[in-house]
């Protein structure tokens, strides 16, 4: 088990206990309790970690401005790091969206340097759903999951334009 404080995209310090984890050189992702599903979170962003989860929220709670200061600067030096473009981008398909949503998440997904497709096939990593429809065929949803396609909703699509982190 790990306990850490993590600063968030929108500059939010959060204390965690991460459960069950995995990782890779990028990424933590496992079970956090506290909120009672699983998370991934981009090492960048721990702040420090603890031997224990209350020692972690104490100093979540209570961080030193000096620290916030300097940990947001780094986060904003990172972001502007200029990356090699991405060889394989990551690939959607939108489904249940009115035909201007769909419009604007496919022109969103362009502009941040990923790709949008109009059909479920095996080249497509991510089937996204929009949550409040009642057109999402059990067809399309049945093909995504035989193709091995994950299923996401749209803030779950918004979440990882936002953050980078990959959707569970």
């Not at 009115?98 to 419009?103: D, N, R, T």
């Not at 340097?113 to 057109?135: F, H, P, W």
């Not at 059990?138 to 918004?158: H, T, W």
């Amino acid at each position: 088990m790990r306990h850490f404080v993590y600063m968030n995209w929108h500059k939010e310090v959060s204390a965690y206990s991460l459960e069950n984890y995995k990782e890779n050189e990028d990424y933590f992702i496992g079970y956090v309790s506290q909120k009672k599903r699983v998370i991934t979170f981009r090492k960048d962003r721990i702040i420090k970690e603890f031997v224990n989860f209350d020692d972690a929220q104490h100093y979540a709670e209570n961080l030193p401005e000096e620290i916030f200061i300097q940990f947001d600067q780094k986060l904003n030096a990172i972001k502007h790091i200029p990356s090699k473009p991405i060889q394989h981008p990551l690939t959607f398909c939108f489904t249940g969206f009115s035909k201007a949503q769909k419009q604007a998440l496919i022109d969103l997904t362009i502009q941040v340097g990923l790709r949008a497709i109009q059909d479920v096939t095996s080249k497509c990593d991510y089937l996204v759903m929009c949550e409040n429809s009642k057109t999402i065929g059990p067809s399309k949803r049945a093909k995504a999951e035989s193709l091995g396609v994950k299923l996401i909703f749209e803030n779950q699509f918004f979440h990882l334009i936002e953050t980078g982190e990959i959707p569970q």
